[in-house]
């Protein structure tokens, strides 16, 4: 008798005890289920060009931009921007991924920390404001390319351009190049800009006063200024900041002896493994091109 | 409690914190959506070709000369560590040697520039590096006052980085021995000119027009210079120009430059990439190469000249002397 009772009222208690157990677990995972999969209702994500800008860097900006173009809580982004530009094929692929995350009506604001020259400056082209900070350089609208090598006696070519063409060849591919960012920058920027089209084609970096004052940039501020004013762009009170993780490094460096004797090579990050190809270039600032750069330590 | 009762409560303890649980990843994917929307179009007018191809120069043309002169010796000075090679002047020789005249090098085993230039009839010398000795610079001026023609060309000094990425030197190699040049009244500035506003590809390849009319700058409506020095000269000197809006490099002012000049039996030209095979048929400088042939084979220069130093007690005055010395003619 007592065994029964006690089996039923163990049986029917224990049911209950079971089901309070599993909603209290629940209640207890619940939450941290609910902000793994839902995440805030609304954010700004920060999107880092932190360095210089290759076609490997862009693969993953592009897709950071793709993402927050595809995520509904994503209502602005923000570009940290701190680079001398690059490759002038992957600069114009930013620009142009930029350019489509705000033709998706997602307002797209620029931060710009020490550097935004050059391809990076292309690349923030199209946001609708850029913020500096007051040491940051700005500018540097121009491309470089190396000239033509002298034709290389021991090879056969099918035609006399086949290896890099003449130096007249050169100087209209870089020319177009130019034409196209200086009219990208006439685009965006033609009505805020106090400078002539040939002053932009000076190609000069410009400190961030100088740069609001001549209206390369709109603002000295931050990050965070330029997050707020992303998020009231997008009409939001409240709203998280995600920041997406930066591209990996795109070059590459060597460090190897010759001879007992310190080597360094550095590969430029925008060429090709063993080939010149005149890669033109977006840049700011001097660059060790791939057979400038072998040196001994103590030269 | 059996264990049938054990495995059924435990049974229905994960279906219940699985259905709530799940419900609620379910839930909060629920607007989190990646279907992909369509790419947003872009339009971009500045990347149209008709924006952004450059005009091109067929660089079509022939070097002709008019001067209709009895063979002369055109002497070439590669003897003073001179920055320009003999390809680099190849289409001016080549004209020349065409139209029957002989071109000789002075190199630097010929030690007595001197007497290179008596059997010659012009001169011309590109980048001097090299000093002239005083004795050369006497030479020269009896050569010109004696009616022989020199054609100085200069560019700008150039930047060479030595060294490598941990030990860098940058130094500045100047292209001019400035004490030749100032023999005639001409200098070399410092730096070169560029134009940002009009120019043929290049902010450094300007464009330089006639000052006035010459037979020097006849058929030339506009030369294509590559990288090329103002020249200093006097004021009716000037024979070639930039356009106006055209800057020097080192001291940022705009203005018109002076980029070719004649004096006397001397042209100078503030550019020597003018002259080579790629640039040679560009806008019109296959004119103007023409037009310096011309003048290099258009002088009358006394025999014998520059004559050798006196020997010690001979005639007053010693080192190279010119016939007889006589104003400088405009020529051509």
Same mark, same amino acid.
């Given at each position: ?299 | ?177 400035? #004490?030749? &040049?100032? +023999?005639?009244? /001409?200098?070399?500035?410092?730096? !070169? =000119? ?7 590809? $290049? ?64 042209? #100078?030209? &503030?550019? +020597?990439?003018? /002259?080579?095979?790629?640039?040679? !048929? =560009? ?7 023409? $037009? ?41």
């Amino acid at each position: 008798m007592d065994n029964r009772g006690s089996s039923a009222i163990g049986g029917r208690t224990g049911y209950v005890l079971v089901v309070i157990a599993a909603v209290l677990v629940s209640a207890v995972l619940v939450p941290v289920v609910w902000e793994e999969t839902s995440g805030p209702d609304d954010a700004v994500a920060v999107v880092s060009i932190d360095r210089t800008i290759t076609s490997s860097t862009v693969d993953a900006l592009e897709e950071d931009l793709r993402e927050a173009r595809q995520n509904e809580t994503v209502k602005a982004v923000v570009l940290k921007v701190d680079s001398p530009g690059g490759s002038a094929a992957a600069s114009e692929r930013l620009y142009l991924a930029v350019q489509r995350t705000v033709e998706a009506d997602i307002p797209v604001v620029a931060s710009v920390q020490a550097t935004g020259a050059s391809g990076a400056y292309y690349a923030m082209l199209p946001a609708e404001r850029i913020y500096t900070m007051p040491s940051s350089m700005v500018g540097s609208v121009g491309v470089r390319a190396t000239t033509p090598a002298p034709p290389y006696g021991n090879e056969i070519r099918t035609g006399p351009d086949k290896a890099s063409g003449t130096m007249e060849q050169r100087r209209e591919q870089v020319e177009t190049l130019r034409r196209m960012f200086v009219g990208s920058v006439m685009k965006h920027r033609g009505d805020d800009l106090n400078i002539s089209r040939e002053e932009v084609s000076h190609a000069k970096v410009y400190v961030g006063p100088n740069a609001v004052e001549n209206g390369m940039a709109d603002r000295i501020g931050t990050q965070s200024d330029a997050i707020e004013y992303a998020a009231d762009q997008a009409g939001l009170d409240s709203y998280a900041v995600v920041e997406k993780e930066p591209p990996t490094l795109g070059g590459i460096i060597l460090l190897g002896t010759d001879s007992g004797q310190p080597v360094v090579v550095k590969k430029s990050p925008v060429g090709y493994d063993g080939v010149d190809a005149g890669t033109p270039l977006m840049v700011y600032g001097e660059v060790q091109y791939q057979d400038e750069v072998i040196t001994n330590g103590s030269a | 409690m059996a264990a049938r009762d054990v495995l059924k409560q435990v049974g229905l303890f994960v279906v219940i914190v699985a259905v709530v649980v799940g419900g609620t990843a379910v839930a909060g994917t629920i607007g989190t959506s990646t279907d992909a929307p369509s790419t947003p179009d872009v339009q971009n007018e500045q990347f149209e070709p008709s924006n952004a191809l450059p005009p091109t120069d067929d660089g079509t043309g022939s070097i002709t000369m008019d001067a209709d002169a009895e063979s002369k010796t055109v002497l070439v000075d590669v003897g003073h560590e001179n920055g320009i090679s003999e390809s680099d002047i190849q289409p001016l020789l080549n004209t020349l040697v065409d139209n029957g005249h002989e071109i000789r090098f002075f190199t630097r085993q010929d030690r007595d520039l001197n007497e290179s230039l008596r059997s010659a009839d012009a001169y011309l010398v590109a980048n001097p590096r090299q000093r002239y000795t005083g004795e050369q610079i006497a030479g020269v001026a009896a050569f010109e006052r004696a009616g022989g023609r020199v054609l100085f060309l200069s560019e700008p000094a150039e930047t060479q980085g030595l060294g490598g990425l941990l030990i860098r030197r940058i130094e500045q190699v100047d292209n001019v021995d400035s #004490a030749i &040049g100032s +023999t005639f009244g /001409l200098a070399v500035q410092s730096g !070169y =000119v560029y134009n940002l506003q009009e120019n043929q590809n $290049n902010y450094k390849s300007v464009y330089a027009t006639p000052a006035g009319s010459s037979d020097l700058t006849d058929g030339v409506d506009r030369v294509v210079l590559r990288e090329a020095s103002p020249l200093v000269a006097p004021d009716d000197a000037t024979t070639l120009q930039s356009l106006d809006g055209t800057t020097l490099s080192t001291t940022r002012n705009g203005g018109e430059y002076t980029l070719a000049a004649h004096t006397g039996n001397v042209t #100078a030209v &503030g550019d +020597t990439d003018f /002259l080579n095979a790629e640039n040679a !048929y =560009v806008a019109d400088n296959e004119a103007f190469i023409g $037009n310096l042939a011309d003048f290099l084979v258009s002088g009358d220069k006394a025999e014998g000249a520059p004559q050798p130093p006196q020997p010690e007690g001979g005639a007053p005055g010693s080192g190279p002397t010119g016939p007889t010395p006589q104003p400088p003619q405009r020529a051509p």
